[in-house]
């Protein structure tokens, strides 16, 4: 039944890849079948981290406009990588990852909220996957890191639609109504396909090492992230 299913999911992972197939690679002699499928769902949520930051700052233009002469592909420059800075962002006090959210919705956080949050998305998905972009046999990687991950991604939802200035204003656009009256949730839907993803490796994981995950309840009004 694992094999069926990790049949399935590579199936329909790579046909949201694209339609041109995948063409055999020497070096995928060297992995295991849950590698392969690893690779896929890393290839896929870091197009929807990318497809993400490009949304957000263009919904967000001033948050780019806070450093002056920033562009949206030296931004993706900055958080499209394994390699993070050893003691954080400078300009978000030297934090990454899990402990950069805060800053995104803190009312008194004067610099670009966008950078923050997507260097806290990316820092924390990179580590659900070792801050690695390919898997082989001796790789190992944890189904709960995975989890939880897709559960902060969860409270990072609930923040974007809640968290506002005191005149009401939301600390980040993101969903809304249109000129025409038509409803736009398409952040909320490339944040739910990326908890999916995470939900389904994090399961597949479980399945595969017989390892248990610890499922947690989490408010998302709270500003508490789990470690990753």
Not at 59 to 80: C, F, H, V, W, Y
Not at 195 to 210: E, F, K, P, R
Not at 219 to 224: G, V
């Amino acid at each position: 039944m694992r094999f069926i299913l990790l049949a399935f999911l590579i199936f329909t992972l790579s046909a949201c890849a694209g339609k041109d197939g995948r063409p055999f690679d020497i070096k995928n002699l060297a992995k295991s079948d849950i590698d392969l499928v690893t690779d896929i769902h890393i290839e896929q949520i870091r197009k929807l981290t990318r497809r993400l930051i490009v949304k957000l700052y263009k919904r967000n233009p001033r948050e780019l406009k806070k450093n002056s002469g920033m562009t949206i592909d030296a931004r993706l420059s900055q958080l499209m990588t394994v390699d993070r800075p050893i003691n954080g962002f400078l300009e978000l006090g030297h934090l990454d990852g899990v402990e950069a959210l805060p800053l995104a919705f803190s009312k008194e956080f004067k610099g670009d909220r966008v950078f923050a949050l997507m260097a806290g998305i990316t820092g924390m998905l990179s580590a659900s996957y070792n801050n690695q972009l390919e898997y082989y046999l001796l790789d190992e990687i944890s189904q709960q890191k995975l989890y939880d991950s897709a559960r902060n991604l969860e409270t990072i939802t609930w923040q974007l639609n809640n968290r506002t200035y005191d005149n009401g204003e939301p600390l980040l656009f993101t969903n809304g109504i249109d000129e025409n009256g038509i409803p736009n949730y398409s952040y909320e839907r490339v944040l739910g396909q990326m908890i999916i993803v995470q939900d389904m490796m994090a399961i597949l994981v479980s399945d595969s090492t017989n390892r248990t995950i610890n499922k947690v309840v989490q408010s998302f009004a709270s500003m508490t992230f789990i470690p990753i």
